[in-house]
Nanobody, 123 residues
């Protein structure tokens, strides 16, 4: 049984920063690939960034956030993070944490999903 709980969302001005956290229950966290997705109103759910299960954490991020967002994980804390810098109004969305045994980090085939945390970027 795996549960994911996101936190850290909120309202921030354009150019500001937020750090999202995803706390994962259970004892298998280190074996799971982790991903962050987002969904804005009227838009499809979109892959943001992912990190592999192995030590060191190979990462992949979508082009629109490269250089601004960084995904990381702390296996000792069973937590994955999304550091978001230089936020834009276009980043406004509900952000979802996902976990699973996936080969491609950007796939939508993660088995476990959190409930989401809202990020709103104002101008």
């Amino acid at each position: 049984q795996v549960q994911l709980v996101e936190s850290g969302g909120g309202l921030v001005q354009a150019g500001g920063s937020l750090r999202l956290s995803c706390a994962v229950s259970g004892r298998t966290f280190s074996r799971l690939a982790m991903g962050w997705f987002r969904q804005a109103p009227g838009k499809e759910r979109e892959f943001v960034a992912g990190i592999s299960s192995w030590s060191g954490g190979t990462t992949y991020a979508t082009d629109s956030v490269k250089g601004r967002f960084t995904i990381s994980r702390d296996n000792a804390k069973n937590t994955v993070y999304l550091q978001m810098n230089s936020l834009k109004v276009e980043d406004t969305a509900a952000y979802y944490c996902a976990a699973g045994y996936v080969e491609r980090l950007e796939s939508g085939e993660y088995a476990y999903w959190g409930q989401g945390t809202q990020v709103t970027v104002s101008s």
